[in-house]
C-alpha cells in the first residue's frame, strides 16, 4: 500500500508544479472519486492525485485543473470518467500474495471440486492480474476434471487489460517454483527478452470484466464457491464496506468463502460473515442466500 506519496513521479509533483491545483480542485477530485467508486481518498493525497492526473491535464491542452474538472463534469467530457478512474487507483499486487489464501483455496477446492457443476473462483479487485493467475495456478492441480471457472474483474480498465494479455516482466515471477514457470509460463525471445507470457492453457477458464465493487446492481455473476476480495476493501469506507459484504453473500454458494486482506478486519462491520481461518471468512449461519 502506497504511503502519502506512493510513487517517485508522485514525489516529483511536490516540487514542480506548473498547473494550478487549488484545495477546492482537490476536493472536488475526492469527492467525485468516492461518487464514481468509493474510494474514499485521505486527505492527505494531495499530491499524488495531482501528480496521476496532471501529465493528462497537460495532454488534452487545458490551462488548469479548474478547467479540467469543469470539462469532466461537462457533457462532452463522459469520455473522460475512464481515465480519471484508471489514474487514482492504486493496483499493487504481487503472484501468490499472501500465501496462506492458496493454501486454503487448495483445500477448499480438493473437498468441493470435481463434483458436477464448475467450481468457481472470483477475484473481485483482479488489477493486473497476478491474483487470478495464482488462483488457476493452484486450481489447476487441485480440480483433476479441469472443470473450473475464474471471473477476474476490477475497475480499472488499464489493468483488465494487462491481466488478459499476461505478460510480465521476469523480476514479478521470482517467487515461483521452477515447476510453476515450467508448466505455465512461456519466456519471450529476442525484443520480448526479460518478460514471460501466461501459457493460454491457464488463460482457458479465465474470463475478465469490469464490474465496480460499489455498483447497486452487478450483472448476471452465478453462484461462487470462493470470493477473493482482497486489498481494496481499505479504501471504502465502513459504510460502502458493509454494502459490499452483504452483496457478495448473495453470490456465496453455502459452503462458501470470502478471503479478504491481511489488514482488512470485516467483524465489527457485518455479522454476515464468520471467520474460518486467517483472513479468510463463511457465511454465518443462518444467512445462507
Ligand atoms: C491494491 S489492488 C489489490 C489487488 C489484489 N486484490 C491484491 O490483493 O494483490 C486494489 C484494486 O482494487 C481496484 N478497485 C478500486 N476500487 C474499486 C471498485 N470500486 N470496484 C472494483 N475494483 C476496484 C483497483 O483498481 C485495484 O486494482
Not at 472443470?147 to 523480476?171: E, F, P, Q, R
Not at 454476515?272 to 486467517?278: L, N, V
Amino acid at each position: 500500500m502506497g504511503g502519502v506519496l506512493s510513487t517517485a513521479s508522485d514525489k516529483e509533483s511536490i516540487f514542480a508544479r506548473d498547473l494550478h491545483f487549488s484545495d477546492e480542485d482537490f476536493r472536488i477530485i475526492r469527492e467525485l472519486l468516492y461518487d464514481k467508486t468509493g474510494i474514499a481518498l485521505s486527505a492527505v493525497k494531495n499530491h499524488m492525485a495531482y501528480a496521476r492526473l496532471a501529465k493528462h491535464v497537460r495532454r488534452l491542452g487545458v490551462a488548469n485543473f479548474a478547467d479540467y474538472l469543469a470539462l469532466l463534469r461537462s457533457e462532452d467530457g463522459a469520455h473522460e470518467w475512464e481515465h480519471f478512474i484508471n489514474a487514482l487507483t492504486t493496483n499493487l499486487t504481487s503472484f501468490f500474495r499472501e500465501q496462506h489464501h492458496f493454501d486454503i483455496l487448495h483445500q477448499h477446492a480438493l473437498q468441493h471440486a470435481d463434483r458436477g457443476e464448475a467450481y468457481r473462483v472470483w477475484s473481485s479487485a483482479s488489477s493486473t492480474g497476478e491474483e487470478p493467475y495464482s488462483i488457476a495456478m493452484t486450481l489447476d492441480p487441485a480440480v483433476r476434471s479441469g472443470n473450473y471457472h475464474i471471473l477476474a474483474s476490477d475497475i480499472d480498465t488499464n489493468v483488465l487489460k494487462k491481466a488478459a494479455g499476461g505478460v510480465y516482466a521476469l523480476d514479478r515471477i521470482a517467487k515461483l517454483s521452477d515447476q510453476q514457470l515450467k508448466q505455465y509460463f512461456l519466456r519471450g525471445r529476442g525484443q520480448n527478452e526479460g518478460m514471460v507470457k501466461i501459457k493460454s492453457g491457464l488463460m482457458r477458464n479465465m474470463e475478465f470484466r469490469q464490474i465496480n465493487l460499489v455498483d447497486r446492481s452487478w450483472p448476471q455473476l452465478g453462484m461462487f464457491d470462493v470470493i477473493f476480495c482482497r486489498n481494496v476493501l481499505i479504501y471504502f469506507d465502513k459504510p460502502t464496506q458493509a454494502g459490499i459484504l452483504e452483496h457478495f453473500a448473495q453470490y456465496l454458494k453455502p459452503h462458501g468463502l470470502l478471503l479478504l486482506g491481511h489488514s482488512e478486519n470485516i467483524q465489527h462491520i457485518t455479522d454476515t460473515f464468520s471467520p474460518c481461518g486467517k483472513t479468510a471468512y463463511r457465511l454465518a449461519s443462518g444467512k445462507t442466500p
